[in-house]
């Protein structure tokens, strides 16, 4: 199929894959006064009164703003917010279809990061939470961090945490399937942008330690001091953490020895003598769309044990809709304040476990998108996880998920 055709031709039809629909019949004069003038002032009144009802009363409780600027949408890069739309209003129904979450895409005019900062936060009274989408690094950083502190509802970047959720329930089960534990794995990542920055945070809070992680970027390996590295906060924080020893050289000296090769970079960048180069049973992930790094069958041929991409058509595809609408699905219902490194943590351990033990293969080692139960079982744990992490801001369900 020509997806670019038919997609295309699809999107002229629906024009626009989301709409509003009512849940309050208005088809009386009683039921008119009741959804409207007068009997609207009541609600309004008692929010008043507690702001917290406006998420008993109104359908704050179960809707996610979906932000972008528009500038590093899919592999486009910066094409604007009107033209980030499409992808927008996907996102909205990947939260709808996959997470039963209402979203409402918001394309904000500017590259500003104050500005989208003031936006999303004098617009959080509306949302139960925030995903933030397709917005470049490093600006995506500071805007994520300035909003996590100035709102009381979750904020969350997909590109960065989604990713890292999905990629750390994929390396879980590859050290079941190698026997190798993570704290003694020397793990390469290959892009350092949003979401290899995560990935690394994550995997370290998995038990990865900081100082076996060799982070590059077109360069190559990333080191504490380095001076090409002024300027650029991110990468200058995380070589705080990583890559001790102050290695340096390309992306084939640093995967010489490693036992885990993560990409998020670029097309065709790794070889077949790289992969060879690497630790026995290598974990192999490259990840970037729609070419990744080095294709599966190349990489599986030089040596590697599990190999996952991005892509729907190869084994083990890191597909953020297994993360985000189970996320969301659990944050909103135990009316978190935040999405903690815990929550996280627990997202990725239910996709790992959901996979059993018997069916644990290779090519088999995160669920499928459409697996049965996947959104159930994600908004469990982010659930308990909510209250385990002090977040949560209702009465614990005892039933919640049964």
Same mark, same amino acid.
């Not at 008043?48 to 703003?65: E, F, G």
């Not at 049973?281 to 599966?296: G, K, Q, R, Y």
């Given at each position: =199929?020509? &997806?670019?055709?038919?997609?295309? #031709?699809?999107? %002229?039809?629906?024009?626009?894959? /989301?709409?509003?629909?009512?849940?309050? #019949?208005?088809?009386?004069?009683?039921?008119?006064?009741?959804?409207?003038?007068?009997?609207?002032?009541?609600?309004?009144?008692?929010?008043?009164?507690? /702001?917290?009802?406006?998420?008993?009363?109104?359908?704050?409780?179960?809707?996610?703003?979906?932000?972008?600027?528009?500038?590093?949408?899919?592999?486009?890069?910066?094409?604007?917010?009107?033209?980030?739309?499409?992808?927008?209003?996907?996102?909205?129904?990947? @939260?709808? %279809?996959?997470?039963?979450?209402?979203?409402?895409?918001?394309?904000?005019?500017?590259?500003?990061?104050?500005?989208?900062?003031? !936006?999303?936060? +004098?617009?959080?009274?509306?949302?139960?939470?925030?995903?933030?989408?397709?917005?470049?690094?490093?600006?995506? @950083?500071?805007?994520? $961090?300035?909003?996590?502190?100035?709102?009381?509802?979750?904020?969350?970047?997909?590109?960065?945490?989604?990713?890292?959720?999905?990629?750390?329930?994929?390396?879980?089960?590859?050290?079941?399937?190698?026997?190798?534990?993570?704290?003694?794995? !020397?793990?390469? =990542?290959?892009?350092?942008?949003?979401?290899?920055?995560?990935?690394?945070?994550?995997?370290?809070?998995?038990?990865?330690?900081?100082?076996?992680?060799?982070?590059?970027?077109?360069?190559? =390996?990333?080191?504490?001091?380095?001076?090409?590295?002024?300027?650029?906060?991110?990468?200058?924080?995380?070589?705080?953490?990583?890559?001790?020893?102050?290695?340096?050289?390309?992306? *084939?000296? *640093?995967?010489?020895? *490693?036992?885990?090769?993560?990409?998020?970079?670029?097309?065709?960048?790794?070889?077949?003598?790289?992969?060879?180069?690497?630790?026995?049973?290598?974990?192999?992930?490259?990840?970037?769309?729609?070419?990744?790094? /080095?294709?599966?069958?190349?990489?599986?041929?030089?040596?590697?044990?599990?190999?996952?991409?991005? $892509?729907?058509? @190869?084994?083990?595809?890191?597909?953020?809709?297994?993360?985000?609408?189970? +996320? @969301?699905?659990?944050?909103?219902?135990?009316?978190?304040?935040?999405?903690?490194?815990?929550?996280?943590?627990?997202?990725? &351990?239910?996709?790992?476990?959901?996979?059993?033990?018997?069916?644990? !293969?290779?090519?088999?080692?995160?669920?499928?998108?459409?697996?049965?139960?996947?959104?159930?079982?994600?908004?469990?744990?982010?659930?308990?996880?909510?209250?385990?992490?002090?977040?949560?801001?209702?009465?614990?369900?005892?039933? &919640?998920?049964?």
């Amino acid at each position: =199929m020509d &997806y670019a055709k038919e997609s295309l #031709k699809l999107h %002229e039809e629906w024009k626009g894959k /989301i709409e509003v629909i009512a849940r309050a #019949k208005v088809d009386s004069k009683e039921a008119l006064s009741l959804a409207y003038t007068p009997g609207v002032a009541q609600p309004c009144l008692e929010i008043q009164k507690d /702001i917290d009802k406006s998420y008993d009363l109104t359908r704050r409780w179960n809707t996610v703003a979906v932000v972008t600027d528009g500038t590093a949408v899919l592999g486009l890069g910066d094409i604007g917010p009107e033209a980030g739309m499409p992808v927008m209003e996907g996102k909205c129904v990947l @939260f709808k %279809e996959f997470g039963d979450v209402d979203a409402i895409p918001l394309c904000v005019r500017s590259k500003d990061v104050d500005e989208i900062v003031r !936006t999303v936060e +004098l617009l959080a009274g509306s949302f139960g939470g925030v995903n933030l989408e397709d917005i470049a690094a490093p600006r995506c @950083f500071e805007i994520e $961090r300035q909003l996590k502190e100035k709102c009381d509802i979750p904020i969350f970047h997909d590109d960065q945490h989604g990713t890292a959720v999905i990629c750390a329930a994929a390396i879980i089960n590859a050290m079941r399937l190698t026997g190798k534990k993570l704290e003694d794995c !020397t793990a390469v =990542m290959s892009g350092a942008g949003a979401a290899g920055v995560a990935i690394c945070k994550l995997l370290i809070s998995l038990g990865l330690k900081g100082e076996n992680v060799i982070m590059c970027d077109r360069k190559g =390996m990333i080191c504490e001091g380095d001076p090409r590295l002024e300027g650029n906060a991110s990468k200058i924080e995380v070589s705080k953490f990583t890559n001790r020893a102050k290695r340096q050289g390309s992306l *084939a000296d *640093a995967m010489k020895g *490693a036992d885990i090769f993560i990409g998020v970079s670029g097309p065709g960048i790794v070889s077949q003598a790289m992969v060879r180069s690497m630790n026995r049973d290598p974990i192999v992930l490259p990840m970037s769309n729609p070419t990744p790094e /080095i294709m599966p069958d190349l990489a599986k041929e030089a040596g590697a044990a599990i190999v996952g991409t991005g $892509r729907s058509d @190869f084994p083990n595809q890191i597909n953020n809709v297994l993360c985000f609408p189970g +996320l @969301f699905r659990g944050a909103l219902d135990a009316r978190a304040s935040d999405i903690t490194e815990g929550m996280k943590i627990a997202a990725a &351990y239910a996709l790992a476990d959901f996979i059993p033990a018997d069916q644990l !293969t290779a090519d088999h080692i995160i669920p499928y998108a459409f697996d049965e139960g996947v959104k159930e079982a994600v908004s469990k744990a982010v659930y308990e996880a909510a209250f385990k992490d002090g977040v949560a801001r209702i009465a614990y369900d005892e039933n &919640y998920g049964k």
